[in-house]
């Protein structure tokens, strides 16, 4: 009699652990039984995610992502036709999208300053609120986009039809310490133009010098510097030097030279020098693959 009293207090907590455990699971049924947020409707998502915080990795009607416990989106990734895409902001990591574009920090492209936006709608030329991810979305998927430009400090998207190839000299360049430094440009990469072999890997900045200190490196590469040759010329040896290379400078005076970098800077206006018009300065340009 006295054993089987002594059995109760563990039956009991048996039973108590069981009913957590059918809770636990009928609220896991519960939140995959919710609708499923439409993928192609970036606010649906955040929507979702702000009443599901905390939830962790989720999937919508043809996506996957997760829920943070801020209720921000994270790792939001599309499947489809054109393979798996992140669009979301996710710190610390690479977002694929923005392989797709060339970076320019504090350059501002706009109607009359290096950039139109002819024959695009009002409202993706005027600014809309997204975050840059979202507006490197936007405008990858939209074939009349050829650049936008993003305003952080207000999280302002702008799309753009044109972007001129020489940003450095005809759009605005911004000032630190103002707002006009939240700027970045960003430039819809091209397949290669037919007939420029190499250099069709490569993006140009006029008017830019990275260099050893000034946001460029030659390690690797220090005895490729100030190469005789055209631009052609130094995008096939920066080519043929492999992982070493990345980059390469030419100056178009004193007949062509070139030199080769293992890298230069993310942010060229910011870290690079920048030439002076009517100086041999203005005569140098980087190019990124």
């Known amino acids: ?45 955040e929507s979702f ?18 829920c943070e416990h801020d209720g921000s989106v994270k790792n939001l990734v599309h499947g489809g036709s054109k393979g798996i895409e992140l669009v979301s902001d996710s710190a610390g990591e690479e977002n694929p999208m923005h392989t797709n574009f060339v970076s320019l920090p504090h350059v501002n492209c706009y109607d009359g300053r290096g950039a139109h936006s002819y024959g695009m709608e009002d409202w993706k030329s005027k600014g809309y609120k997204t975050s840059d991810n979202g507006c ?50 960003n430039i819809k990469k091209k397949s290669t133009p037919r007939g420029r072999g190499a250099l069709g890997s490569f993006f140009e900045i006029p008017h830019v010098n990275c260099y050893n200190g000034r946001g460029g490196s030659d390690q690797g590469v220090e005895q490729s510097q100030g190469i005789k040759g055209s631009e052609e010329d130094c995008a096939n040896h920066c080519n043929m030097a492999d992982a070493a290379c990345s980059a390469f400078v030419h100056m178009s005076a004193h007949g062509g030279l070139c030199f080769l970098r293992r890298w230069v800077s993310s942010d060229p206006v910011g870290e690079c020098e920048k030439g002076q018009i009517g100086t041999e300065s203005w005569l140098f340009t980087t190019y990124v693959s």
């Open 1 to 45: 009699m006295m054993l089987w009293l002594a059995f109760l207090p563990m039956a009991a907590a048996l039973d108590e652990e069981c009913l957590l455990q059918s809770q636990a699971v009928t609220k896991d049924s519960a939140a995959d039984s919710l609708d499923l947020p439409d993928c192609s409707d970036l606010k649906a998502i």
């Open 49 to 66: 995610c702000k009443v599901e915080a905390h939830r962790g990795p989720a999937r919508g009607s043809t996506c996957t992502f997760s």
């Open 136 to 185: 490197a979305h936007d405008c990858y998927h939209n074939s009349g986009c050829g650049g936008y430009v993003y305003f952080f400090a207000q999280g302002m998207c702008f799309q753009r039809t044109y972007i001129s190839p020489d940003p450095i000299g005809e759009c605005e360049l911004g000032q630190i310490g103002t707002e006009s430094w939240t700027f970045t440009t």
